[in-house]
């Protein structure tokens, strides 16, 4: 059989067009490019009267081969409006003045991004930051009159002089200089002025808040800029403003972080672990709080088997946000009682969420089962009736886009795994129908019973094809609780597995799925997966993996979280080579009979490109159908929408040719018009 290697860089995924050789479209959806040109909203800020809410909305620029973010304005009593327009670069983290006067939000309309002004009912943008280095985050001081910064530091002075020297190179685990905190003063006439340097030291600073009354500022101190010291080693500071001194509040082993004062200023509440260090991936963070002054940590959420997210500390007490099975809640939490309740809004899964300071009105951005992300507005906390301010979901006027319903089976060893699936809207339960399985990555995500338009994989065009698509929940995934976040420590591709097939089979079983059609792919920890059922199953006709681990010695060596894999194998490659062999996919090469896609990007570092070609060249060997695509400039995404456009249409190529028995050419174009569009060539699903 034949195995095929193809790179594919912006001018190739320019020219791809979406049409088959038989001339084949699929009816009651709008093409790949139309799905992944629906514009979305992100995040929310609510005016501090309650009155207004500012939010982001991305649209995507083919043109330019990215994104566009801007900011837009909803009254509670109008039409929404855009505010910002940046012909540059994108708008984005909208945050009112506390006399809400002002928006100020961060854009980059020069060389770095800067945070600027803007009147929220229209006109000129104005920067308040003139930094050489850019400014990653800020927030308003409670009076108003400055604003707290968090910047890079420069490159040194010596490693400009080694590089001058020496040319360009770096040691391993070398992370360069990090970011620190400095204040600067607003001044609303347009022009900027001088930060001064809040914190100074060989550490790097990821989070802050003011304290009510704005005299000090929490924040938390990483050892440096890499990933695994952010979940092995951040503490909890304090700064005083006006003499610059740093006092350690929280500091100690795990990760705490995001601190936020009580109204009062009495308490600092922050994402706390105090866990087993070397479990950090996977078992429950926790809310505690800490007395301003420095005292004894009192844990919060002890008894809520899940990780939280504070949103914000109100008068009426924690707003926080949870998964909760396949949805996303809200939740008030009582910092004197630790009592829990539940925020009932009516959207499943809720995204942003900004709370005026006094708590009593709510924006957040929501999706049910049958819309797209919107932004609504609430009074009393979010227990009155929700406005919904924007109508993002009359992009899906005219689109067939199924229907999704959650399903429960048990799997090989008696763990009952939930999973998402997705009908076509004229599913006939007396005939079976070809089974996609998409496998999420995490291995803490979630799948959700929600409407997804772009992205890789096509979901909504292969259930107006016929198809229904399994998103299965498996052992690991976040919502289900600590312990069934564990079941797969130790257990790695081999629980997957059981809870991926057994899943196949139970709808196998009922009826709903066709045997003898049946593919499964996923990206990440969901690549990993497929590609254990590369070569530890024949039960289907194709699979797809997306930036997927395929041996587990390779990925240790080789990833930017080397403490991942020693965390769920609970040992290194060299102390028990036993697990890292049981849950590798390359060990059972010699089984794989499946015809496999393998898709990854040029410089991934959490699932390194080793990985790809490892399976690839097993594949090669033992002689199955595999084709490795490598998405030149790309990290552990495909973060830019040609790309993804080719990324889609390599899957929909990939299982329809093994699954649906079709032979579907992608042609490529000789003419791009100076807008960056197609010229010629017939219409399809671009």
Request: hydrophobic residues 35%; proline residues 6%.
């Amino acid at each position: 059989m034949k195995s095929r290697r193809v790179v594919v860089g912006a001018a190739v995924a320019a020219s791809l067009l979406a049409s088959s050789a038989s001339g084949q479209e699929v009816e009651g959806v709008g093409t790949f490019k139309e799905a992944m040109s629906m514009e979305s909203v992100g995040g929310v800020a609510i005016s501090p009267d309650g009155a207004t809410v500012a939010y982001t909305v991305r649209r995507t620029v083919w043109e330019e081969n990215g994104y566009d973010t801007e900011i837009w304005i909803a009254p509670a009593d109008g039409a929404p409006y855009q505010l910002t327009r940046t012909t540059d670069g994108s708008s984005g983290a909208p945050s009112w003045s506390p006399d809400g006067r002002w928006l100020a939000f961060a854009a980059n309309r020069g060389e770095r991004s800067q945070v600027h002004l803007i009147s929220p009912r229209g006109g000129e943008a104005f920067a308040v930051t003139e930094v050489e280095e850019g400014v990653s985050s800020f927030a308003w001081s409670p009076d108003g009159a400055r604003m707290l910064l968090l910047v890079p530091e420069p490159q040194l002075d010596d490693m400009k002089t080694r590089t001058e020297l020496y040319g360009d190179f770096a040691f391993d685990d070398e992370t360069g200089a990090g970011s620190h905190l400095w204040i600067v003063d607003i001044a609303t006439s347009g022009d900027a002025t001088d930060p001064e340097r809040l914190t100074d030291g060989d550490f790097h600073v990821s989070g802050f808040d003011w304290s009510p009354d704005g005299s000090s500022v929490a924040y938390v101190r990483q050892p440096d800029t890499r990933i695994t010291s952010f979940f092995m080693g951040t503490d909890i500071y304090v700064a005083d403003v006006a003499s610059g001194e740093s006092r350690g509040l929280v500091v100690g082993p795990g990760p705490d972080g995001s601190p936020q004062w009580s109204p009062d200023g009495e308490w600092i509440l922050f994402s706390d672990f105090d866990g087993d260090m070397e479990s950090v991936f996977y078992l429950n963070g926790e809310l505690a709080r800490i007395p301003a002054a420095g005292g004894d940590v009192e844990v919060l959420t002890r008894d809520f088997d899940e990780n939280p997210g504070a949103v914000a500390w109100t008068p009426d007490g924690i707003v926080m946000t949870a998964g909760a099975r396949t949805a996303r809640k809200m939740y008030r939490l009582d910092p004197d009682s630790h009592e829990m309740t539940e925020v009932p809004l009516p959207v499943h899964v809720v995204g942003s969420v900004s709370l005026t300071p006094d708590g009593s009105v709510v924006a957040f951005t929501g999706q049910g089962t049958d819309d797209l992300s919107e932004v609504y507005r609430a009074a009393d906390g979010g227990t009155a009736p929700p406005a919904k301010l924007t109508d993002m979901t009359q992009q899906l006027d005219g689109w067939d886009i199924g229907t999704r319903e959650v399903v429960t089976w048990t799997s090989e060893d008696g763990a009952e795994i939930e999973g998402v699936l997705h009908k076509p809207s004229d599913y006939d339960p007396s005939r079976r129908y070809p089974l996609l399985v998409q496998i999420h990555g995490g291995p803490t995500g979630t799948s959700r019973p929600t409407v997804g338009t772009g992205g890789v994989y096509p979901v909504l065009h292969w259930l107006a094809k016929g198809a229904v698509v399994l998103q299965p929940n498996y052992r690991g995934s976040a919502g289900y609780g600590e312990a069934f976040r564990s079941l797969n420590v130790r257990n790695l591709g081999v629980g997957d597995m059981w809870d991926v097939m057994s899943g196949v089979e139970h709808l196998i079983d009922i009826g709903v799925a066709d045997p003898e059609r049946m593919g499964s792919m996923g990206w990440s920890q969901g690549g990993y997966i497929s590609a254990f059922l590369t070569t530890n199953t024949s039960e289907f006709r194709a699979i797809s993996v997306g930036a997927g681990i395929s041996n587990w010695m390779t990925y240790y060596v080789n990833t930017d979280i080397h403490p991942f894999t020693r965390q769920y194998l609970k040992a290194t490659p060299w102390d028990d080579p036993e697990i890292y062999a049981l849950t590798s996919p390359m060990t059972n090469i010699n089984r794989a009979s499946t015809p496999t896609l393998i898709q990854h990007g040029e410089f991934d570092a959490r699932v390194p490109t080793p990985n790809a070609y490892e399976l690839y060249q097993g594949l090669q060997d033992v002689g199955v159908e595999a084709r490795l695509v490598i998405y030149k400039g790309f990290g552990h995404g495909i973060n830019k929408p040609k790309e993804a456009l080719a990324a889609a249409w390599h899957n929909w190529q990939w299982f329809g040719k093994y699954v649906w028995g079709e032979e579907i050419e992608i042609p490529l174009e000789s003419e791009v018009s100076d807008e960056g569009e197609l010229i010629g060539g017939s219409a399809g699903i671009l």
